[in-house]
């Protein structure tokens, strides 16, 4: 049943970022993240967890498009419901500026659902040129 979970959970993810995902027409480039970019990115990725204390960082990676999107990918190891370490599992987010100026990221996945989710999340960064995170 998990595994079908993660499967639906997988397909899902393509579905939402539909056209984007599958050969968006843009062009990426390497971005370098700046260290409040950064604490941006993981305060955010934090916020999602069922302990947002307790998140251990992996690599992070990003990219910006030739329309100025910025595309942020990493992993995290974060507790579960049971205060376990699960391993890492890889995260993908857009970097915007917000209405008042001001740097947010949103994150649009984290792929902690199972083997199908993170391939999902990880194919999405390699397709945003973000390989190696």
Not at 26 to 40: C, F, G
Not at 57 to 72: K, L, P, T
Request: aromatic letters at 10%; one cysteine or more.
């Amino acid at each position: 049943m998990r595994g079908l979970t993660a499967f639906f959970a997988a397909v899902c993810i393509f579905t939402w970022l539909g056209p984007a995902a599958a050969g968006d027409g843009h062009t990426y480039r390497p971005y370098k993240l700046t260290k409040n970019e950064q604490k941006i990115v993981k305060f955010a990725v934090a916020m999602q967890l069922k302990d947002p204390g307790s998140p251990v960082f992996g690599n992070m990676g990003a990219s910006i498009s030739d329309v100025g999107v910025v595309q942020v990918c990493g992993t995290v190891n974060a507790k579960n419901g049971y205060g376990a370490y699960t391993g890492l599992a890889p995260y993908l987010g857009v970097l915007v500026t917000s209405g008042a100026g001001n740097r947010v990221f949103a994150v649009n996945a984290i792929g902690d659902g199972g083997e199908n989710s993170a391939v999902a999340v990880i194919t999405i960064c390699q397709m945003r040129g973000i390989g190696q995170f």
